[in-house]
């Protein structure tokens, strides 16, 4: 496959599965802050997730101040932040553009439909006061494509290298929403304040679409400790840490060449602490240490791909 086209393709995973990723923290920061809290605490919700995120700069461009609406817009509406929603959705429906002879009509009718009735609807029907429905729109479309990309996509190198980008962003993305979640659960402990476990990790659990699940199978009440391992390490979780390194390493091993040999050993060796691994011995600094070096590792993947596939730096 030329890298060209390996390029978009890869490409077309990420920016689809940013956008869905974007949406589910959104959708668990926007109902955590619908909890009784004072204003700043909320404030500083917002703050964290955008210095997560690695966009507090340039929502400084162009906000005076941290207002939770303000907020939504810039990571859901506004076109002028190249990772806003719109945006990804955007770049999404772009780069299958660029493909439509190496993808499925089905799969450009998905993305084009989704980027224009996006484009159509976010001035007047999704705003940033109904981000609810916009979320669960999202997230819908997101479950749409996905279908239609294991129904009519020929497993071939194309396939491979969307998974790659899909499944590298889905370890970035749940990595960063475990990092806000923790943070905001330290500055709470920090203030004094009285902690309430259950509601926060609770509705963590259910912006992953993993609550019902961790139900039925864990044992643990719904805490901090437990949410993360469940979230970092059960194999069997779609959204999971560990599942997502794993298919990002078969999918690698799949499009292997004569140059890719360390960024396969990488991944491989990703996947084998979290297959391996327990919290206790991955997090002896802490969770947020070990989150910090997750996305060091998961960056470090993506320009290494960049440079043996796709003929640059990703």
Known sequence: MLSRTADHVYWLGRYAERAEELARTLDVQYRLSLLPHDHGADGYGWEVVLGTLGLEERYGERHERIEPHWV???????TGNPSSILSCLRA??????????????????????????????????????????????????????????????????????MQIGTFLERADGVARLLLIRDACERATAA????????YPWSLLLRGLSAFESFRRV?????????????????????????????????????????????TERRAGLLHAELRYGTLAT????????????????????????????LGHVA
């Open 191 to 198: 203030a004094g304040a009285a902690t309430h476990d259950y």
């Open 218 to 262: 864990s044992r643990g009440s719904v805490s901090p400790g437990h949410v993360m391992e469940f979230m970092i390490l059960h194999r069997d979780v779609p959204r999971s840490i560990y599942r997502s390194t794993n298919l990002v390493h078969e999918n690698l091993r799949s499009v292997a060449n004569a140059g890719s040999g360390e």
């Open 92 to 161: 999404a429906r772009e780069n299958a553009r660029a493909v439509r002879g190496a993808i499925s009509s089905e799969m450009w009718e998905t993305f084009n439909s989704t980027w224009l009735e996006a484009r159509a609807q976010a001035p007047s029907r999704f705003t940033a006061f109904k981000v609810a429905e916009f979320v669960d729109w999202v997230k819908y479309r997101a479950h749409l494509a996905r279908g239609v990309v294991l129904a009519s996509m020929l497993r071939d190198e194309g396939y491979h290298f």
């Open 282 to 309: 991955l997090a002896t600094g802490g969770c947020a240490a070990f989150l910090g070096q997750l996305l060091e590792r998961t960056a470090d993947l993506s320009d290494r791909i960049g440079r043996d596939f």
């Open 72 to 78: 939504i817009d810039f990571l859901a509406f506004d």
